[in-house]
């Protein structure tokens, strides 16, 4: 309870307050006057308010510290994430440019479209069995993990046919 306010030496004003203890805190209270060296309990209750605000402050500012650097980890990894997209985009649209400029005529009559339908499938059987080693060969080797990502830039798009075979 406020009872009045005076001056202190230092300029400041005071406030005085009055506080009911249990006698086992008041007994506390004074235990911690005697081991800190406080002068007395007024100041021991001025020391822990001020130890409060002080601890409250920091955990605010250590909070918003996490914040601003989950914020950064995050856009990062969208950053990252946004590389990855745009690489795929461009890996595909050389893949069908390659594709389309690669593809042969395909003939007028019955039988030599049928041939050109079983070649076509041959290739894509042959691709799709590439694919599918590269894909066990690089994921053996850890090549998914995000820190290989755009690391091996010699790793470049086939100029031919014969190197999508290898």
Do not use: C
Request: hydrophobic residues 35%; neutral net charge; aromatic residues 6%.
């Amino acid at each position: 309870m406020v009872t009045g306010q005076k001056p202190a030496q230092s300029g400041r004003r005071r406030t005085k307050f009055s506080v009911r203890l249990e006698a086992s805190d008041a007994q506390a209270a004074d235990r911690i006057v005697e081991e800190k060296g406080f002068r007395s309990r007024n100041e021991l209750i001025a020391w822990l308010l001020r130890s409060y605000l002080k601890q409250k402050d920091d955990l605010e500012e250590q909070m918003f510290a996490m914040i601003d650097r989950l914020e950064e980890h995050l856009s990062r990894k969208l950053q990252q994430i946004n590389t990855i997209s745009q690489l795929n985009v461009a890996q595909t649209d050389a893949l069908i440019r390659w594709i389309v400029t690669a593809m042969p005529d395909l003939p007028h009559d019955e039988s030599g479209l049928r041939r050109a339908k079983l070649r076509g499938f041959e290739h894509y059987k042959r691709i799709q069995m590439v694919a599918a080693k590269e894909f066990r060969d690089r994921r053996a080797n850890d090549v998914y993990r995000p820190e290989h990502w755009l690391a091996e830039e010699e790793n470049q798009a086939p100029d031919s046919p014969e190197d999508v075979s290898r």
